[in-house]
């Protein structure tokens, strides 16, 4: 239960939600992947509502899937631009006709920034612009770009993790080393020096908030540690954001400001040193995100598995299913059965690689050939593992799109 809202945040999947999609994707063998539209279009709906009329760039490493990102971007116009994970990939969907694209973490890969600098002289105003922390970014990018006339647009990232205890204690993803507004207009200051550079953004992205929600369950106590942290954090980050913000802005005009995730959009559009939000993994509404008490998704994407052994009553055991999610080799990183409702994972067996034994009273009942529907614990890591997603609306399958894998592409 949330003690903000009295209601369990979590979502609950019923034996109608398992029919329908036993309908709707009847013929199809799995494994698969889907996503449920209807479900996304909500979870869109309520991301922009939290945006609060502030334009929402599509974290592209939380869909990866290319069809998909167009139809999200062509949607609504409140979704606007893409904030992609690597070089190669933003490329790639330039190539493609995708506009207005940010890649959200600094590279090394000389050859295509060699490649970013051609698409730069050939489209100098809107080329993808280069995350940078660093004067040894500066010098990697100047180096594999090359001489040239028009210069590598790039935005500088800020450090926006919490800092207490006069910073002995460090909470956050460690990302910049850029935290205050001095280091921002001294970085800003070494940019502006270099006629091959040209600062155009800044983006700050408080993954302590936006990716960890404060309603864990069965951790009553930590969740309320978690809300009183991401409080006094949001507070600090709203003044700090301003300040480095109003000094970036006295050396150079920003054409974006850049904060926010799936998590934290209700608190980030608030601000007014931010322009832009960011935001993904809402539209798939994978399981970490139901423990957050200020909004609630639907379940969006997930995949199925078949049925392959009955080793003893009150266990099914289903083909491979160990999918985990990137991050600490915890519980909730672990895939979740999803439909038929009551499920529930072996803990002395997990998921496994070939084999997952699922348990409860719903898989007395579950025979070699049935499906059981999981849900990721992450978003767009899904579709590392599948070729495509079936898009399913209403009770059938409307389309079948290629993820990036099926296109080809594994970036990371």
């Given at each position: ?17 398992y ?44 869909v ?44 090394g890969d ?35 770009a ?16 919490y800092?207490?205890?006069r ?10 080393p ?18 091959r ?15 960890v929600?404060d ?22 980050i709203?003044?700090?954001r301003?300040?480095?913000v ?18 934290s ?45 009955k ?24 895939p ?17 690689e070939v084999q997952?034994?699922?348990l ?40 079948e ?12």
């Open positions: 239960m949330s003690a903000r809202t009295g209601i369990d945040v979590r979502p609950r999947a019923s034996q109608g939600e029919e329908r999609l036993e309908r709707a994707t009847e013929g199809i063998e799995p494994p698969f992947a889907l996503v449920d539209l209807d479900a996304m279009w909500w979870n869109a709906a309520d991301m922009l509502g939290r945006a609060a009329g502030k334009p929402v760039r599509i974290a592209s490493k939380s990866r899937c290319r069809p998909l990102l167009a139809r999200m971007l062509a949607h609504n116009p409140g979704f606007r631009g893409l904030l992609t994970f690597t070089l190669p990939e933003t490329l790639w969907l330039a190539r493609e006709g995708f506009e207005n694209l940010v890649v959200a973490y600094p590279t000389r050859t295509a920034i060699g490649e970013l600098a051609e698409l730069t002289e050939a489209r100098p105003a809107g080329a993808p612009v280069l995350m940078v922390d660093s004067p040894a970014h500066l010098d990697l990018i100047e180096e594999a090359g001489p040239g006339t028009a210069p590598i647009r790039v935005a500088i990232e800020l450090d926006v993790g800092w207490p205890l910073g002995r204690l460090k909470i956050g993803p460690k990302r910049s850029v935290r205050t507004p001095r280091q921002a207009a001294d970085l800003a200051r070494l940019i502006a020096a270099r006629p550079l040209r600062l155009v953004g800044l983006m700050a992205y408080e993954g302590h908030i936006a990716g929600g309603r864990p369950p069965g951790k009553r106590l930590q969740g309320r540690a978690i809300e009183f942290l991401q409080s006094r954090s949001a507070r600090e709203r003044a700090r301003a300040a480095v109003a000094a970036v802005s006295e050396l150079t005009e920003l054409e974006f400001v850049n904060g926010g995730g799936t998590g959009l209700q608190e980030t559009a608030t601000e007014d040193a931010v322009t832009e939000l960011a935001a993904g993994s809402g539209f798939f509404a994978p399981t970490l995100f139901d423990a957050y008490s200020a909004f609630r998704l639907r379940p969006a994407a997930m995949f199925a598995m078949p049925v392959v052994r080793p003893a009553p009150g266990i099914a055991t289903v083909l491979g299913g160990g999918y985990l999610a990137s991050g600490l080799g915890e519980p909730s990183r672990v979740s059965p999803h439909l038929p409702a009551g499920l529930r994972l072996d803990r002395f067996e997990g998921a496994g997952t034994p699922v409860g009273a719903p898989a007395s009942d579950l025979r070699v050939g049935d499906r059981v529907y999981f849900r990721h614990a992450k978003a767009g890591e899904l579709c590392e593992r599948f070729g495509s997603l079936h898009l399913v609306s209403g009770d059938r399958v409307v389309d799109v290629p993820t990036y894998r099926g296109d080809g592409k594994t970036f990371l």
